[in-house]
Nanobody, 127 residues
Framework: QVQLVESGGGLVQAGGSLRLSCVAS????????MGWFRQAPGKEREFVAA????????YYTDSVKGRFTISRDNDKNTVYLQMNSLKPEDTAVYYC????????????????????WGQGTQVTVSS
């Protein structure tokens, strides 16, 4: 089993920044990828960003490109999401997720493709 614990959410004004962290514990040998998703009230969970754990390559949904940066610290089993130039539409609960193994494609943006999830951290951006 893997446990994922997010932190770093909060209330920020539009244009501000936050950095989310997600620490993995338990079965912590190198996963294939780590991702961030978010879910706003009344909406489906959506992909935000992901990083290949070993290679470090990253990919993002279009709405956050140029504003958000995903990174990882292999030694600390931690993935980060640096969020800059935040907008009210970024308001959501942000979830960290882990995909354990490669399964045929280089990129994974669907929530059902991930194996473990954190409990989420609330990000609220005021206008």
């Amino acid at each position: 089993q893997v446990q994922l614990v997010e932190s770093g959410g909060g209330l920020v004004q539009a244009g501000g920044s936050l950095r989310l962290s997600c620490v993995a514990s338990g079965r912590t040998f190198s996963p294939y990828a780590m991702g961030w998703f978010r879910q706003a009230p009344g909406k489906e969970r959506e992909f935000v960003a992901a990083i290949h754990w070993r290679a470090g390559s990253t990919y993002y949904t279009d709405s956050v490109k140029g504003r958000f940066t995903i990174s990882r610290d292999n030694d600390k089993n931690t993935v980060y999401l640096q969020m800059n130039s935040l907008k009210p539409e970024d308001t959501a609960v942000y979830y960290c997720a882990q995909k354990r193994y490669y399964s045929g494609r280089p990129y994974y943006t669907q929530s059902h493709e991930y194996d473990y999830w954190g409990q989420g951290t609330q990000v609220t951006v005021s206008s």
